[in-house]
């Protein structure tokens, strides 16, 4: 692997292994030295749609808020790519932990998410209000960006320009403002020693409705875990169930 000069000369025997797990469009090693802590680098092309400038000051935020994720310990733009640094937050991520039953798994996720949820608004520098969200997919739709083959099944075989048109025209019109993380999945948030450990994949951590999260860890528990599994998150997280917006934020959600 081609990594920066300097993390050569720093880590010249280091193994790095490519990670397979999640559906950002980084690319993303592990690196274990012998005797060392065990590291994790990222790395993306420059270009105007990147998001790890963004990742690397969300998580920068949360170590200064006090929650648990990657500490970043350097980045390099080098060779038309952005490299980060970062730590490694203990344990393993809840899509691919085989330690813990369903119930367990769920009763972290929905108390990770209620811990974030609870940082003042007024505290968080990074807007992800859905009139931004909307422009960002309206760019990232016009860039070529959008996977028409990724989409949901029961959107596969529509142009992304039909499926935006549904977005705009199904906004919500409620709107409950909480420090979100923007990709709620179960491969985002990792467990050590049957406890929350810290949130990964952070890139998109901002202000927006709490239903941008709670919809997609609806939908990552009913795929990972089972459908009965939604109603006892919901039940632990505190909140019932909006079935309209978390339709809309899944569906925003092809676009990212």
Request: include cysteine; charge should be negative.
């Amino acid at each position: 692997m081609n990594i920066p000069q300097k993390w050569r000369e720093q880590f010249p025997h280091a193994l790095i292994e490519q990670q397979a797990i999640g559906e950002s469009r980084a690319d993303v090693f592990r690196l274990r030295q012998n005797g060392g802590a065990e590291l994790f680098l990222k790395s993306e092309p420059l270009e105007e749609h990147g998001e790890l400038a963004d990742e690397i000051d969300r998580l920068r935020w949360l170590q200064h808020m006090g929650l648990p994720a990657p500490e970043v310990l350097d980045d390099v733009k080098e060779v038309h790519r952005h490299w980060l640094l970062m730590t490694a937050v203990p344990g393993r991520d809840l899509a691919s932990t085989n330690e813990l039953p369903a119930g367990q798994i769920v009763h972290i996720l929905a108390t990770a998410l209620r811990a974030l949820h609870q940082l003042p608004v007024a505290l968080c520098p990074f807007d992800h209000s859905l009139e931004l969200r909307i422009a960002r997919a309206q760019q990232h739709v016009s860039a070529g960006l959008v996977d028409e083959t990724d989409f949901d099944d029961e959107r596969l075989g529509q142009s992304a320009e039909d499926v935006f048109a549904e977005l705009v025209a199904t906004q919500p019109k409620t709107h409950d403002l909480v420090v979100t993380h923007g990709d709620a999945c179960l491969p985002n948030f990792m467990t050590a020693e049957g406890r929350f450990s810290g949130f990964i994949d952070c890139g998109r951590l901002g202000v927006s409705d709490r239903f941008q999260d709670l919809a997609l860890a609806a939908r990552s528990i009913e795929s990972n875990l089972g459908q009965e599994w939604v109603k006892p998150f919901f039940e632990v997280y505190g909140v019932e169930p909006d079935e309209q917006r978390m339709k809309f934020y899944c569906l925003l959600d092809e676009f990212f």
